[in-house]
């Protein structure tokens, strides 16, 4: 096992960073790092990281947050700066960490999305539970977080998704679009 021998900076590399953080759990070396919260404020954290988590289509660090004095989920995209220190920590991992509640402390939208065949590759890669229609259309329904950026997931997928549900969805991203027409007519 690779060991850091004394504290070092690491900047953002999404391979190199992940292995960096998964040998901070291993070796059970306390990170500090500035995380930038979904509300854009950034907070300089000092971790005992515990666990690598995959949810909701994104990597999260599970740990023991020395500020907050609390177990804590840390979306990888959102920490900079990352710094190895050589305290170790003693602490182990709960046995059960996945309470959706303390996972996602924010509101959510039930998404129904329609989308066509030549999408097939991303419901299968973004999506548990799907539905093929006898056109070859799929219908998902996922729950997210609210904020902006559903607008940019759900344009990302170009004139192969459709909005079924909730209604003002819908409305929000017809709003949206009129406003980048007026850009181009």
């Not at 930038?36 to 666990?51: F, W, Y």
């Not at 959510?108 to 999506?127: A, P, T, W």
């Not at 996922?142 to 909005?163: A, L, N």
């Amino acid at each position: 096992m690779a060991s850091f021998g004394g504290e070092r900076i690491f900047n953002w590399n999404k391979w190199v960073y992940g292995i960096v953080v998964l040998i901070t759990i291993l070796e059970k070396h306390v990170i500090k790092f500035s995380y930038s919260s979904a509300k854009k404020q950034t907070t300089s954290r000092e971790v005992e990281p515990l666990k690598l988590c995959f949810k909701g289509g994104a990597w999260y660090l599970y740990g023991y947050c020395r500020a907050r004095k609390d177990m804590r989920f840390f979306k990888l995209r959102r920490i900079k700066e990352l710094i190895v220190e050589d305290k170790i920590f003693q602490r182990k991992k709960p046995k059960q960490i996945f309470l959706e509640k303390e996972v996602f402390q924010e509101d959510f939208i039930l998404l129904k999305l329609k989308l066509s065949e030549k999408m097939e590759y991303r419901v299968f890669d973004e999506f548990e539970v799907y539905e093929q229609q006898e056109d070859g259309s799929y219908i998902v329904e996922i729950k997210y977080p609210k904020g902006e950026w559903i607008f940019y997931y759900i344009m990302s997928f170009g004139s192969h998704c459709q909005v079924l549900e909730p209604e003002f969805v819908r409305k929000e991203i017809q709003a949206e679009l009129e406003k980048i027409l007026e850009y181009y007519f």
